[in-house]
């Protein structure tokens, strides 16, 4: 059986250099590779065109360069782009590109699937297949960062974590992702700009307030007592609200960051008078900056709808005279199954 040749992105500066004086080169080599592969975005070893051939070859020998592809791309008449993206091992993820007039923004994945299982999310119903590496995670951005570019005239301005996967389950690498793409040889986007929304994985949140993250945190809550939430998000039978509640709060005090409570509107289930009233209880209780209301996009395994128009301004209303900073969401991209739940790999 053959051993993989080793990732050529997951080797340190030492490693590198140790790697050119074993083959008898300079190790200025290193900054020229580097910069390919973080700040040129080569694909192959063969794009690396300011290095000999010989060199090329001899890199392509000893080294692997997995890059994520592009496989199908749609367009939605709202503007928003969804591309599916295939692995180098054959499995495929889903990122979209959310344009307004002020924010172009990269919503990506960072799982293969998910293990979480929330009812209303159409990646809850697959299989997780595997974390997806910071490199991958990197290319997703790259990717979409070009699409905006050619579609837009306009690079990124902000990224989501909101796609595929929960993030704090893939903890190493959405951090080792993020610092590479805040890096100035790599992408040079401020932390600030980046979001990373979970569904509630309390011990991880408190680890990002230990590890002084520099990026915003967004909750999922989508329902706003135990017993509501338990019946669409499993996760909270371990992680109920008190213990978010109190994990949130580390959080912020640790680092200081902004967070935002996310809300799904369902009909019937949460968007009652006495939910509005629950939610803005907990709001009070965390340090948020802001509560997305969100409506709700239809999945086929899913039983629940999106209130009517009545209901939703009816429940805003009610967080308005609370005094909760709460902003309504309007779904992007639902015609190509790219807004928020939708994405689950379909075929076209």
Request: charged content about 30%.
């Amino acid at each position: 059986m053959n051993t993989p040749l080793p990732n050529i992105r997951h080797l340190g500066v030492p490693a590198l250099e140790e790697y050119f004086e074993s083959i008898g080169d300079k190790k200025f080599r290193v900054k020229q590779v580097h910069e390919w592969l973080w700040q040129k975005h080569a694909h192959s070893f063969d794009d690396m065109t300011n290095l000999s051939k010989d060199l090329r070859a001899k890199l392509a020998g000893s080294f692997s360069l997995p890059a994520l592809k592009t496989d199908t791309t749609q367009f939605s008449d709202d503007g928003t782009v969804k591309s599916r993206f295939k692995t180098f091992d054959g499995h495929f993820i889903e990122g979209v590109l959310i344009p307004t007039d002020e924010r172009k923004t990269a919503c990506v994945s960072s799982q293969i699937g998910c293990s979480l299982s929330c009812k209303f999310c159409a990646t809850g119903y697959m299989d997780r297949k595997r974390n997806l590496t910071y490199d991958e995670i990197y290319d997703q951005v790259v990717l979409i960062n070009q699409q905006s570019e050619k579609t837009y005239d306009r690079k990124l301005t902000n990224i989501v974590f909101m796609g595929m996967g929960e993030p704090l389950m893939n903890y190493n690498n959405v951090l080792k992702a993020i610092e590479r793409i805040s890096a100035e040889d790599g992408l040079f986007m401020s932390p600030k700009r980046i979001t990373v929304s979970t569904a509630g994985v309390a011990k991880q949140i408190k680890m990002l307030g230990d590890d002084k993250v520099r990026f915003k945190l967004a909750l999922s809550l989508h329902a706003a007592n135990d017993a509501k939430r338990d019946t669409i998000m499993p996760i909270n039978e371990h992680n109920n609200i008190k213990v978010l509640i109190e994990a949130l709060n580390y959080f912020y005090k640790q680092t200081g960051n902004e967070i935002t409570l996310e809300y799904i509107l369902f009909k019937n289930l949460n968007d009652s008078e006495k939910d509005a009233e629950e939610l803005t209880r907990i709001y009070r209780q965390v340090p948020a900056d802001l509560v997305n209301i969100i409506e709700y996009n239809p999945i086929d395994a899913f039983r629940f709808a999106k209130p009517d128009e009545d209901a939703i301004q009816n429940f805003m209303g009610i967080l308005e005279a609370n005094k909760v900073n709460a902003r309504l969401r309007r779904s992007r991209g639902k015609d190509i199954d790219a807004a928020c739940g939708q994405l689950a790999n379909k075929n076209k």
